[in-house]
Each structure stands twice: as C-alpha cells, then as structure tokens.
Nanobody, 124 residues
C-alpha cells in the first residue's frame, strides 16, 4: 500500500502560478507510476499529467500542455505539479494518483491509490 497527500492548492488570479505537491508514504515510491487528475465543478474527473518511475518521460492533457509541468523527487517521495499561466477553467479539485503499472495512464480507473485532493481556484 501507498498513501498520498496533496497540498498547495489555493486561490490565485488568472495568469498566476501554483505548485502542487503530492507526498507519498508506504511502499518504495520509485516503484509507482504517478499522475495528476482534476475534477471540475459538475464534471467527471479528468487526466492532467503523468510521469514514469524514473522521472521521465512525462505526459500531459492538451488543455494544459505548455503551461503545466510534472516532476518527481524519489529521494523525497514527492511528486509536483507546477502550474503556470492559470486560467479560470483550471479551477478544480486536483488529485494525485499512483499505481505500479497503469495500463492506460490517462484513465483514472487504472490507478490503485489516490490522495484526498486539493482545491485550486482561479479567479480575479
């Protein structure tokens, strides 16, 4: 088992930046492929970004490509999501997820472990 805890979400103005963190405990963190998902108000959870065990390569949803960056530090057992040029449509609860080997990294149901989520609100 692995436990995940997200942090860093807050209110930010359009065009601003945030960095979310996902701290892991339990099994060796380097054994897990990790991803970020988000759930917009009134919508289903959607894929945002993912990163392999080694720290690369990375994968992004078209809606965030060029604005968001996912990284990981296995020494600190932490995954990060750097979010730049934020838009109002980025407002959502952001979740960190992990799995030893998800068959399809863009689909939430293939991840076994999830954090509690952290709220990001982009508004002027």
């Amino acid at each position: 088992q692995v436990q995940l805890v997200e942090s860093g979400g807050r209110l930010v103005q359009p065009g601003g930046s945030l960095r979310l963190s996902c701290a892991a405990s339990g099994r060796t963190f380097s054994n897990y492929f990790t991803g970020w998902f988000r759930q917009l108000p009134g919508k289903e959870r959607e894929f945002v970004a993912a990163i392999r065990r080694s720290g690369g390569p990375t994968y992004y949803a078209d809606s965030v490509k060029g604005r968001f960056t996912i990284t990981r530090d296995n020494t600190k057992n932490t995954v990060y999501l750097q979010m730049d040029s934020l838009k109002s449509e980025d407002t959502a609860v952001y979740y960190c997820a992990a799995d030893p080997n998800p068959t399809f990294y863009k689909i939430s149901s293939y991840y076994a472990y999830w954090g509690q989520g952290t709220q990001v609100t982009v508004s002027s």
